[in-house]
Nanobody
């Protein structure tokens, strides 16, 4: 059974970099045809796809993030990470990692999702 778990700080100060790790068990992040994605949900708003890394290592990002996001992976640890630079209070959200059959994912009924982690941006 595939399981994903997000970890990282629950509070980040404005202008800093948010870093989250997704630890995967039950599947390899180098599996063919899989994407490993980060999605977030700000309070009162819909799910927003942030980006994904493919099994090949290729990365894809939501243009709305204006190049602030970076996704990388550690295949030895079966983890992938999200870095979001220059955060503002508008980046406050629940952050999810997920295994996806497609590059873009905003449907919780598709793929496998972690439980999510709340991150607040505040001074």
């Amino acid at each position: 059974q595939v399981q994903l778990r997000e970890s990282g700080p629950d509070l980040v100060k404005p202008s800093q970099t948010l870093s989250l790790i997704c630890t995967v068990s039950g599947a390899s992040i180098t599996n063919n045809y899989d994407y490993w994605a980060w999605i977030r949900q700000p309070p009162g708003k819909e799910l927003e796809w942030m980006g994904a890394i493919a099994e090949s290592g290729s990365t894809y990002y939501n243009p709305a993030l204006k190049s602030r996001a970076s996704i990388s992976r550690d295949t030895a640890k079966n983890q992938f990470t999200l870095q979001l630079r220059s955060v503002t209070p508008e980046d406050t959200a629940v952050y999810y990692c997920a295994r996806s059959p497609s590059k873009v994912l905003t449907n919780k009924d598709v793929g496998f999702w972690g439980q999510g982690t709340q991150v607040s941006v505040s001074s």
